[in-house]
Nanobody, 115 residues
Framework: QVQLVESGGGLVQAGGSLRLSCAASGSIFSIDAMGWYRRAPGKQRELVADVTRGGRTNYADSVKGRFTISRDNAKNTVYLQMNSLKPEDTAVYYC?????????WGQGTQVTVSS
């Protein structure tokens, strides 16, 4: 089992920044990709960004140039730096870790962007 604990969400004005963190614990060996997903009210959960253990990144078109995902393998932590936030970024953000055929999810952290 892998446990994921997110932090860093909150309320911010449009144009502001937030940094999310997700720390993994438990059976953390062989974790490959880690990433961030979000679910906005009334919408399906969607990929925001992910990063492989080797550092290859992937971003949703809607956040390219504004969000940056990074990973510290020594700390088993993945980060999401969110700049130039927009009201449409308001959602619950979830951390995910992939290990072999298994996916693990955090409990989610609320990000609210006011206009």
């Amino acid at each position: 089992q892998v446990q994921l604990v997110e932090s860093g969400g909150g309320l911010v004005q449009a144009g502001g920044s937030l940094r999310l963190s997700c720390a993994a614990s438990g059976s953390i060996f062989s974790i490959d990709a880690m990433g961030w997903y979000r679910r906005a009210p009334g919408k399906q959960r969607e990929l925001v960004a992910d990063v492989t253990r080797g550092g290859r990144t992937n971003y949703a078109d809607s956040v390219k140039g504004r969000f940056t995902i990074s990973r510290d393998n020594a700390k088993n932590t993945v980060y999401l730096q969110m700049n130039s936030l927009k009201p449409e970024d308001t959602a619950v953000y979830y951390c995910r870790a992939d290990r072999g055929p298994y996916n693990y999810w955090g409990q989610g952290t609320q990000v609210t962007v006011s206009s």
